[in-house]
């Protein structure tokens, strides 16, 4: 499962620290209760909403635009259950401080949610991950792994237009975005419990975003930006693939300032019976792995304690102060929930950190990654707070 979201709260002094934890967990179970936020999906009969939108002067209703949502979801994701195989290949830059950039590929050969292969080139350094059923198979090492996690969340942009479960569309109006009428809605709203937790501070990650909307091209019923707090995604220039439609120009931007540009430069069908794609790489030994994998979760970072589940996913915990300004943290977690190795980057690339801090951060123990209930190795990442 994907966590969204990741804040950070600091301040205060230490003493009231557990009244105040205790505090913010039970505000979240209650406010987490009242909600009821999970994820579904609702099947739709086809229906021409594009024409319908125009047709109308006015916004559409609530009913109209959550059916919208839910039908752009089902054209625009190319990895739902049951989708024809494709491969896809695209340019990327990524654009980090004082106006530094950084370009790379990213191909994908897609053969089913448990058959799959992905390969990230930045410069001359790639990385390829192979996946078939119930096992895996790791060939090299990202050193920007920052980028890499800001461009297949881009990808993976679908993912975003979802209704949690009893909610509704709100907001619904018309507007013109870049010379196009668009119909943009709210898609949720849910405020995060607000806290200052003393000492060295506190996570707390939760199942979804607080707030998220998106717009769609009055035109042709397809997504073209989509906004969660400061982070926003572009997307243009579709094509067609099978029953599918898929953006060959996408920008995630943070502040307005760009973070990731992709450009797919090839998006076709692929024939499983003929590739090698899936043909795991010499000399590497395949790992356990599933495509419904349960991540780590917590039970103590560094030398900090008192990690704690939220109801319905996520976790609340002390921040140990070896993990303050840091951007990305990559925790290998065994199967039995011990941190072996970790790594840690910037948006410059992976940057090294001190033997005495490395050695308090691998103290973490976790309640370790499961496949059908069996412990698996895999990562934690940590702040994940790239949405």
Same mark, same amino acid.
């Given at each position: 499962?994907?966590?969204?979201?990741?804040?950070?709260?600091?301040?205060?002094?230490?003493?009231?620290?557990?009244?105040?934890?205790?505090?913010?967990?039970?505000?979240?179970?209650?406010?987490?209760?009242?909600?009821?936020?999970?994820?579904?999906?609702?099947?739709?009969?086809?229906?021409?909403?594009?024409?319908?939108?125009?047709?109308?002067?006015?916004?559409?209703?609530?009913?109209?635009?959550?059916?919208?949502?839910?039908?752009?979801?089902?054209?625009?994701?190319?990895?739902?259950?049951?989708?024809?195989?494709?491969?896809?290949?695209?340019?990327?830059?990524?654009?980090?401080?004082?106006?530094?950039?950084?370009?790379?590929?990213?191909?994908?050969?897609?053969?089913?949610?448990?058959?799959?292969?992905?390969?990230?080139?930045?410069?001359?350094?790639?990385?390829?991950?192979?996946?078939?059923?119930?096992?895996?198979?790791?060939?090299?090492?990202?050193?920007?792994?920052?980028?890499?996690?800001?461009?297949?969340?881009?990808?993976?942009?679908?993912?975003?237009?979802?209704?949690?479960?009893?909610?509704?569309?709100?907001?619904?109006?018309?507007?013109?975005?870049?010379?196009?009428?668009?119909?943009?809605?709210?898609?949720?709203?849910?405020?995060?419990?607000?806290?200052?937790?003393?000492?060295?501070?506190?996570?707390?990650?939760?199942?979804?975003?607080?707030?998220?909307?998106?717009?769609?091209?009055?035109?042709?019923?397809?997504?073209?930006?989509?906004?969660?707090?400061?982070?926003?995604?572009?997307?243009?220039?579709?094509?067609?693939?099978?029953?599918?439609?898929?953006?060959?120009?996408?920008?995630?931007?943070?502040?307005?300032? @760009? =973070?990731?540009?992709?450009?797919?430069?090839?998006?076709? /069908? $692929?024939?499983?019976?003929?590739?090698? %794609?899936?043909? +795991? *790489?010499?000399?590497?030994?395949?790992?356990?792995?599933?495509?419904?994998?349960?991540?780590?979760? @917590? =039970?103590?970072?560094?030398?900090?304690?008192?990690?704690? /589940? $939220?109801?319905?996913?996520?976790?609340? %915990?002390?921040? +140990? *102060?070896?993990?303050?300004?840091?951007?990305?943290?990559?925790?290998?977690?065994?199967?039995?929930?011990?941190?072996?190795?970790?790594?840690?980057?910037?948006?410059?690339?992976?940057?090294?950190?001190?033997?005495?801090?490395?050695?308090?951060?691998?103290?973490?123990?976790?309640?370790?990654?499961?496949?059908?209930?069996?412990?698996?190795?895999?990562?934690?990442?940590?702040?994940?707070?790239?949405?």
């Amino acid at each position: 499962m994907e966590w969204n979201v990741l804040s950070i709260y600091s301040g205060g002094t230490l003493a009231p620290m557990l009244s105040r934890y205790s505090r913010v967990l039970n505000e979240w179970k209650t406010f987490s209760a009242a909600l009821c936020i999970s994820l579904g999906f609702v099947l739709l009969a086809e229906t021409n909403f594009a024409v319908g939108l125009q047709k109308s002067s006015s916004p559409p209703s609530k009913e109209v635009g959550k059916a919208l949502v839910e039908r752009s979801n089902q054209l625009t994701n190319l990895r739902a259950p049951g989708s024809a195989p494709f491969h896809v290949h695209a340019k990327v830059k990524s654009h980090g401080p004082k106006g530094q950039t950084r370009e790379g590929t990213y191909e994908l050969w897609w053969a089913s949610i448990d058959r799959l292969r992905e390969e990230v080139s930045w410069g001359d350094k790639s990385f390829v991950r192979i996946a078939d059923n119930d096992r895996q198979w790791i060939d090299g090492s990202d050193p920007y792994r920052l980028d890499t996690l800001h461009l297949t969340t881009l990808l993976d942009f679908s993912s975003r237009l979802r209704i949690p479960s009893g909610l509704s569309v709100d907001r619904v109006q018309t507007k013109e975005i870049e010379g196009v009428t668009a119909t943009c809605m709210r898609l949720f709203h849910a405020p995060p419990p607000s806290a200052s937790v003393p000492g060295t501070g506190l996570v707390l990650k939760l199942p979804l975003e607080s707030d998220r909307s998106a717009c769609w091209d009055a035109a042709t019923g397809l997504p073209i930006r989509i906004e969660t707090g400061s982070v926003r995604l572009e997307l243009g220039a579709y094509s067609a693939i099978g029953n599918n439609q898929f953006p060959r120009k996408l920008w995630k931007l943070q502040d307005g300032k @760009p =973070l990731i540009e992709v450009e797919l430069d090839s998006l076709e /069908p $692929l024939d499983v019976t003929t590739t090698s %794609a899936f043909a +795991p *790489p010499d000399g590497i030994a395949a790992k356990p792995w599933c495509s419904n994998m349960i991540s780590p979760t @917590p =039970l103590r970072l560094g030398s900090a304690t008192g990690a704690s /589940p $939220l109801p319905g996913g996520g976790f609340i %915990a002390p921040l +140990p *102060p070896e993990l303050h300004g840091l951007e990305l943290v990559v925790f290998r977690v065994n199967e039995a929930g011990q941190a072996v190795d970790l790594r840690t980057f910037t948006i410059a690339g992976e940057v090294p950190i001190k033997d005495r801090e490395k050695r308090t951060l691998l103290e973490s123990r976790f309640r370790a990654a499961t496949c059908d209930g069996r412990p698996v190795e895999a990562d934690f990442l940590m702040p994940e707070h790239v949405k």
